[in-house]
C-alpha cells in the first residue's frame, strides 16, 4: 500500500436506496483565501477615481438645472441646492422669444436628418460592405475623403450651390430643404453601416438566396434587422450632431422663422447686455439637452454594441 490518500468511497445503488450517505470524503480544512488589503485598497481607488470623474463631467448639467430652478438673485451665489425653487425662468424663456417655434424647427430638422440618414447610410452601407460593382472601393475611399475636409472649406461652395441651385436656379438659402438637403447623409455614418455589415458572416445571405431570396429581400428582411445596434449608433449621431448644430444653421437660416433652438439661445444670451438673466437662460438650455439626453438613455446599450461591433471587421 502506498501513502496516498484512498479515493472516497462511493456508496453502491442499494445503500442509496436505503437513504444512506452516497459518498464519504475528507473534510476541506481551509477555507477560499479572501482578497489581499493591496488589492481592496486598489479597487477604492479606483472607485474614488471614478466618482471623481463623473462628478467632473455632471457638475455643469447639475449646474444649469439648478440655476434654472433658482430666482435671479440666487443665481448669483454659490448655492448646490437652490432655497427658493421656482418655475419662474422657464416662464421667461418661453414668454421672452418664440422658443416654442425654435423647439419646432430643431425637432423638424433633427428628425427628418436622422430619418434620412437611416435610410441611406443602411442602402449604401449594404452596397459597400457585400454588392459587387466597378469602382466599389475607389468610390468609397472617395466617400471617406469627404471626412478630411472640415466645414470651413465647404462653406463658400455650398452656400453658392444653396443661393442659386444647379438646372433649376432656386434660392434654398433660408429654407427647410436647403438645411437638409446638406445633411442627407454623414459619411461618418455610412462607413459605420458599412463596417457593421461586414461583421455579419454570410450564412445568412447563402440561406436567403437558397430560399430564392434577391438582393433586397435578402436586405431588407435579413440584413437589416441583424443590424440593430449600428441602427441606434446612427440614430443618435444623426440627432445628436443636428440637434446640436450652430455652424451651418447660423449661416444657412437667416429667417427668423427657420431658427432653432440654439440659435434662440445664442440671441437670448447676446441680448441681454450686462444684465443676463441666468435662470431663463439655463432653463432654455436644459430644454435643448433634454431631448438629446432621453434619446441616449433609450439607446445607449445599442449604440455601445454598434460601435464597438463596426470596428471589427468580419
Known amino acids: 500500500m502506498d501513502d496516498r490518500e484512498a479515493a472516497p468511497h462511493i456508496a453502491p445503488t442499494e445503500r442509496l436506496a436505503r437513504g444512506e450517505p452516497p459518498a464519504e470524503g475528507t473534510p476541506v480544512a481551509a477555507g477560499i483565501p479572501g482578497r489581499g488589503k493591496g488589492h481592496l485598497m486598489g479597487q477604492l481607488l479606483l472607485y474614488a477615481l471614478l466618482f471623481a470623474i463623473a462628478v467632473f463631467y455632471l457638475w455643469p448639467f447639475y449646474w444649469t438645472i439648478s440655476t434654472s430652478l433658482k430666482t435671479i438673485p440666487d443665481s448669483v451665489k454659490e448655492q448646490l441646492v437652490p432655497h427658493h425653487l421656482t418655475l419662474k425662468g422657464y416662464r421667461e424663456a418661453f414668454t421672452t ?17 436622422t430619418v434620412s440618414n437611416l435610410f441611406l447610410c443602411a442602402l449604401g452601407g ?15 475611399m472617395l466617400v471617406l475623403a469627404t471626412l478630411m475636409i472640415p466645414d470651413q472649406m465647404r462653406l463658400v461652395p455650398v452656400f453658392k450651390l444653396l443661393a442659386d441651385f ?5 434660392n434654398m438659402i433660408a429654407t427647410y430643404q436647403g438645411y437638409i438637403l ?9 462607413f459605420l453601416m458599412r463596417q457593421y455589415f461586414l461583421t455579419i458572416p454570410k450564412d445568412y ?12 429581400k435578402t436586405y431588407w428582411r435579413v440584413m437589416l434587422p441583424l443590424a440593430g445596434p449600428a441602427l441606434a449608433a446612427i440614430t443618435i449621431l444623426s440627432f445628436q450632431g443636428t440637434w446640436n448644430d450652430f455652424y ?4 444657412l437660416l437667416q429667417d427668423n422663422s427657420k431658427f432653432t433652438l440654439n440659435i434662440g439661445i445664442a440671441q437670448f444670451a447676446s441680448g441681454a447686455g450686462f444684465n443676463t438673466n441666468w435662470p431663463a ?7 435643448a439637452i433634454a431631448p438629446v ?7 445607449q446599450r445599442y449604440f455601445i454594441a454598434g460601435v464597438t461591433t463596426a470596428g471589427v471587421k468580419g
Open 97 to 113: 422669444g418664440p422658443f416654442g417655434r425654435y423647439f419646432l424647427n430643431s425637432a423638424i430638422f433633427a428628425i427628418t436628418v
Open 126 to 140: 449594404y452596397a459597400f460592405a457585400r454588392l459587387r460593382f466597378p469602382l466599389r472601393e475607389p468610390l468609397f
Open 166 to 170: 444647379p438646372y433649376t436656379h432656386w
Open 182 to 190: 446638406i445633411h442627407l447623409l454623414y459619411a461618418t455614418n455610412l
Open 205 to 216: 445571405e447563402e440561406a436567403a438566396k437558397l430560399d430564392n431570396a434577391g438582393f433586397f
Open 248 to 251: 451651418w444653421q447660423l449661416i
Open 281 to 287: 437662460l439655463m432653463a432654455a438650455t436644459t430644454i
Open 293 to 299: 439626453a432621453l434619446i441616449y438613455i433609450f439607446f
